[in-house]
């Protein structure tokens, strides 16, 4: 007996288990009168049937008053839009307010679409003046989607926030590009002396003919040492001292000797006679 029953536990459990983890979100919104437009949309794109596929996953509904002009979208871009408001974990106010950074990133369903570029599968959560704030992950999106309310939840696989207006994804309807983050700045280089070419150089050592026609040359205004003693007259002598040809004048002895040579002339020629 008890051999019989083990397996028919262990299939009530997988049961069990199963209508847990599994739910209808068209069903479940449409216990909230105030989301009515928004399940349409799910139903409408068949986004419903994939959300309903999933085991854990955050839906941020948008009230009817603040749908815009989702409705007029194509199913093709409804959906695309639509996948970017459906997180794939689960989220409730309480883990909101349990982050550790006041800014988180999320994964949301258009991640999975195989078509995502620059973040664009990503939401960020801002922890904002006393709420939180999404937006999408894109460089230079528009976040300003508040949170509003918890619409309900079931830990931990469903979790349905009401946010004040519908997140804007850059590039998701063609009408415009994905904005791509902006290059990383460059220092600019510092200013280095600009190195004066060999003709300006020789431009600003040389003075200009017009300068050299004006000023005349220091060499001309300034006579050299060597004019100054070519042109200015030499000191005249003294008229006491002889001049430097004139002999010396004869001394005592020299007339001494002149006297007696004479003397022995006249002697001699007398003694002839």
Do not use: W
Request: net charge negative.
């Amino acid at each position: 007996m008890s051999r019989s029953i083990a397996p028919l536990l262990c299939i009530f459990l997988l049961l069990a288990t199963s209508s847990a983890s599994a739910f209808n979100i068209t069903r479940i919104l449409g216990q909230y009168p105030d989301y009515s437009t928004f399940n349409d949309l799910l139903s409408k794109s068949g986004l419903a049937t994939d959300i309903n596929k999933r085991g854990t996953i955050t839906l941020l509904a948008v009230p009817n008053g603040a749908i815009g002009d989702l409705a007029s979208k194509s199913d093709d871009i409804l959906k695309r839009v639509l996948s970017t408001h459906v997180v794939l974990d689960y989220y409730d106010p309480m883990k909101l307010q349990r982050m550790k950074e006041k800014t988180a990133k999320m994964t949301n369903m258009f991640q999975q679409s195989g078509t995502a570029a620059y973040d664009q599968g990503f939401l960020n959560v801002t922890a904002k003046e006393g709420t939180f704030v999404f937006g999408s992950a894109v460089v230079g999106s528009v976040r300003d989607s508040k949170l509003e309310k918890s619409v309900m939840n079931q830990p931990y696989n469903i979790s349905v926030l009401g946010i004040s207006k519908p997140i804007v994804t850059p590039g998701l309807d063609g009408t415009m590009a994905p904005i791509s983050a902006p290059p990383p700045k460059v220092p600019a280089p510092k200013k280095s002396p600009v190195a004066e070419s060999p003709a300006e150089e020789e431009e600003a050592e040389s003075p200009s003919q017009e300068e050299e026609a004006e000023s005349p040359s220091e060499e001309a205004e300034s006579p050299s040492e060597d004019d100054d003693g070519a042109d200015s007259p030499a000191p005249s002598p003294n008229a006491d001292s002889p001049p430097a040809d004139a002999a010396p004048p004869p001394s005592s002895a020299g007339k001494l000797k002149a006297s007696f040579g004479l003397f022995v002339v006249l002697a001699s020629v007398v003694a002839a006679y």
